[in-house]
């Protein structure tokens, strides 16, 4: 079905950018590792037509402003880097009957002649070649409607592209004011609203989003929660869901980059776990992963496959960090894992099989914990380490609901003493079932 088949909201912090950042670039490679990869899985959707939401463009009190082309171009000359530039060709005729359409649908939209392109279109496209290379544009500006009208634009949106599939990005950051050093200076409010919109994001629970206060979001200092509403408005109505693949604010800014797509291959994980066991039982064999792998499960991570049978745990096993080339195959791997080699369980028998119920989280990167106050057991696992014991955690685990808890419960598991000097990790996860 044509309409919006992807999307992502996308940091466009220009420091990312090694011609602007130099060496401070180093310090948001996480961003960018993010958004190699979101373009790896954007480049590969079937589709186009680019649309671009900024909210750093020409703007409007009632009207959303729309880019009339027929060609756009920017370059990053305010940030001392004038050579790097990017160029696109707009959808003229797709942007005409955008226009018509919507005001017939009581959106107002205006053209703006303005065709010289802000940072926030140019950081995107220039950090996604593969995914913009070839596809036509249309270019959206931000105006003052209430994040409602945003999330009911978006929606109408995927139904008036009706004859094409489009990418849809929106370009944003989230509080500038996380650090003393910040931008707008320091505000308590900037980790408060950052952490409620990526767990939102992490947990597709998007309508805490559209609850946000709009004092909350004055005193972060954001500019991409107009964008966002857009495109979830867009994406429910497309059924995509939300991956983030990385967060961070080292400049004292928040800087998320997160991906929208369908399901894909994560609605077979269950018949994908069941097969990969049935086939080891009954051939002693590992499975590849299936052809087309979901772009969600394409790229290495760390995972934990957790069977259960008639609601009872029947194994549980995974990995700290990842050891196959792809988070199918690590699915595979402890798939098989779980259901022969868990010390606490006899061996799966194939008449099980069809009885068990597959569950997997995906482990984001584990992160330093400088104090205990950095740790939630409804939110983050924990890995605790003294010399070469080492135990983990998973998150939400039931009857443990403090982190004192969560830490008695991980250095039991790892057999050493909470109260001795530990190195301690944590980490979120996005659970598949």
């Known amino acids: 079905m044509p309409g919006i088949v992807a999307g992502a909201l996308i940091a466009h912090p220009p420091v990312l950018v090694p011609e602007v950042g130099g060496l401070s ?20 959707t079937d589709g186009d037509l ?15 402003p729309v880019r009339r082309g027929p060609e756009v171009s920017g370059d990053l000359g305010r940030f001392r ?3 790097v530039k990017v160029a696109a060709s707009v959808d003229v005729d797709g942007s005409a009957r955008l226009v018509t359409a919507a005001g017939q649908a009581g959106f107002r939209l205006r053209w703006s002649g303005d065709n010289n392109l802000d940072h926030g279109v140019v950081v995107p496209l220039h950090v996604l070649p593969r995914t913009s290379a070839g596809r036509l544009v249309i270019v959206l500006g931000i105006s003052g409607w209430p994040l409602e009208q945003f999330h009911r634009f978006g929606a109408w949106l995927h139904g008036q592209i009706l004859d094409r599939n489009a990418i849809l990005l929106a370009s944003g950051d989230l509080s500038h004011r996380l650090t003393r050093d910040a931008p707008y200076g320091f505000q308590k409010e900037g980790a408060v609203f950052d952490n409620l919109v990526i767990e939102a994001l992490h ?8 609850r946000v206060a709009p004092a909350l979001a004055e005193e972060a200092g954001e500019c991409g929660l107009r964008p966002l509403a857009l495109l979830l408005g867009a994406a429910r109505a497309a059924g995509l869901r939300s991956e983030v693949l990385s967060y961070e604010g080292p400049f004292g800014v928040g800087y998320p980059v997160v991906h929208f797509g369908k399901n894909g291959g994560v609605s077979d994980i269950q018949a994908l776990g069941r097969r990969a066991i049935e086939t080891y039982l009954s051939e002693g064999r590992v499975i590849d992963p299936p052809e087309p792998v979901a772009p969600e499960l394409q790229q290495p ?4 496959v957790t069977l259960r049978k008639a609601g009872e745990l029947r194994g549980c096993m995974g990995s700290i960090v990842p050891t196959r080339p792809s988070a199918a195959a690590e699915i595979i791997r402890y798939a098989i894992a779980s259901a022969v080699r868990d010390p606490r369980f006899d061996p799966v028998t194939l008449s099980e099989v069809d009885h068990l119920t597959v569950s997997v989280q995906l482990l984001d990167p584990p992160e330093p914990v400088a104090s205990l106050a950095d740790l939630d057991p409804t939110v983050y696992g924990l890995i605790a380490r003294r010399g070469d014991r080492q135990a983990l955690l998973l998150p939400g685990i039931d009857g443990i609901g403090s ?7 991980v250095c039991q598991k790892a057999g050493i003493d909470p109260g001795g000097p530990l190195t301690l990790e944590r980490f979120r996860t996005r659970t598949i079932s």
């Not at 670039?25 to 590969?44: H, Y």
């Not at 947990?203 to 559209?210: A, C, F, H, L, R």
């Not at 991570?301 to 934990?304: L, M, Q, V």
């Open 301 to 304: 991570s760390a995972a934990f």
């Open 50 to 64: 680019l649309i671009v939401v900024s909210p750093h463009g020409p703007g409007g009190m009632f009207e959303l």
């Open 25 to 44: 670039a180093e310090r948001v490679g996480r961003t960018a590792a993010a958004m190699r990869r979101l373009d790896d899985m954007l480049s590969g």
């Open 203 to 210: 947990t597709q629970d998007w309508e805490s989003i559209g």
């Open 403 to 409: 982190v004192v808890e969560q830490l008695a419960a």
């Open 81 to 83: 880097a004038p050579h």
